[in-house]
């Protein structure tokens, strides 16, 4: 056995010592002194971007010299080739260089200048260096008509709900990379966006954290804490209707700040029915105040509302952002919606019936009690570890999903509960699947040119000027995002004010940041479509008797979303800017 082993590694030896030398190595053996050019670059597109796996090759007088390994960019936009050329070839040759990129225009050859001599070895061997930087322009390929295409089928199926926005974004994500592979393989001109592009597209701070909450809160609903807020509110209102509608109103936008509109929707709606019923009017007199609050307060707070989400891990924006530049307009505006609210509903609430307060204080006392104390204290004291960890986050240099994911594993330890049932009843797989399909189609976009396109199309519209870029952005998210929802909205625009950002003056310092996510969050309230807590409210309604038709819903939130969208104009051109 050991003289087979030393047969083998032996043979190895030889085959080893038999192998071909490349051409290179061969060129480098056999020539002698050489001259060797080291050329180094960045490539960018027309915003100043950089652009990785652009394809990179040299011409010598004419002819293309052949590397051992082509030359491509990095994520930075770099690159870096060493060239070898006989001695004497240099400084007197013709050194070409181009480069190109499906999607993009292939640079024509250009000459390199300014080659410097940099050494000469002991061998004779000469050193040269080199720097020659490209910017590439956009080609509009079959990629950019097919990802523009895709896009918006998945936003009229969704906008229309002829589709499941789930199902509506994973059929168009299929399909771009379907494209891709089945026919960019023959062609460059239909490559719209390979799958590792695809997986760095997905935003995993996005899901963790949304996934993350979903858990907390999931836990925290066991513990009857959301019901009993309800009973504290009549209690507190003591039979006077005003007073409960607008305690309700405060009670859900505070919680939406701190978990989200949907969950607080879902939790609230309810409690608040029964209430209704039990004064004898409708619910909708309650749930369209709610809803509209809830949209107001998400506003306010990096994790309130999934545009601010993507919004905070896309732009490297801390929970503490959110709260200094959005949580005083948002309380402005839910000031001005109680108030708007009240007199819209005041002759509803005229007939309540409100009969004998301490008795029905009494059956809500019984009704909605916490069932769970020791679970309400576990989870009340992780969920504000959390939220003192979204505050310190910026400091920390930790993304809020680390945050969020830590306090749920640790309060599923401590409390016990099935992590089989929560991750099959409370996590809204949906929902997480729709962002990670979402985060797709987008990047197809702008891997194809479509984002770039609007981009410029924007700076030109506003002329360089930061008063009327913040008042397109902030105008079109608010009627954009009443009419398909704000999420895919916002997933589109992220890379357009990230550009924005870097070519108007002023811009720099994030204002058109809190424009796009009080246009596309408050804008969302404008329909009953317009943001998911909407769609929930107006689909728990329906299920409980009481129809509130797209019409009706655009009657009543129209005014107030408008008027919103005012104040906050007046607020980032005279407090922000």
Known sequence: MKRFALFCFFLSLFFIAAA???????????????????????????????????????????VKVELEEEVSTSKAGRYEAELFLPRGTLPGARVEIEAGKPAYKTTERVALANVL??????????????????????AITPAFWIATLVLLVVYALIAFELMHRTLAAFLGASVLLFITYLVGTFNSDYVILTFEDAMHAIDMNVIFLLMAMMMIVGILKKTGVFQWMAYKAYQLAKGNVYALASILMVIT??????????????????VTIEIALTLKIDPVAFLMPEVFASNVGGTATLIGDPPNIMIGSYAKLS??????????????????????????????????????????IAHLREEYKITNKTLLIQGGITMGIVIALFIAHGALHMEPSIAAMVGAAVLMAISRVDIVEMIEHEIEWPTLIFFIMLFIVVAGAEESGLIQVIAEWVKDMSQGSLVAAILMILWVSAIASAFIDNIPFTATMLPIVAYLNTVIPGAEHGILWWALALGACLGGNGTMIGASANVVTVGMAERAGYHISFMKYIKIAAIPTLITIILCTFWLLVVEI
Do not use: W
């Open 319 to 360: 929970f503490v952002d959110f709260v200094q530049n959005l949580s005083v307009i948002c309380a402005i505006g839910l000031v001005f919606s109680l108030v708007y609210f009240i007199f819209l509903y005041k002759k509803d609430y005229l007939k309540a019936q409100v009969g004998d307060v301490q008795t029905m």
């Open 117 to 138: 001599k940099e050494k000469t070895d002991d061998a004779g061997n000469v050193s040269y260096l080199a720097h020659h930087g490209f910017t590439l322009q956009r």
């Open 20 to 62: 071909p030398v490349t051409a290179a190595e061969e060129g480098r053996e056999a020539s002698g002194p050489q001259d060797t050019l080291i050329v180094a670059g960045t490539i960018v597109n027309s915003q100043g971007k950089p652009i990785k796996e652009v394809a990179v090759h040299f011409y010598v007088n004419g």
């Open 253 to 270: 936008a505070v919680a939406s700040a701190f978990l989200d509109n949907v969950t607080t929707m879902l939790l609230i709606i309810p």
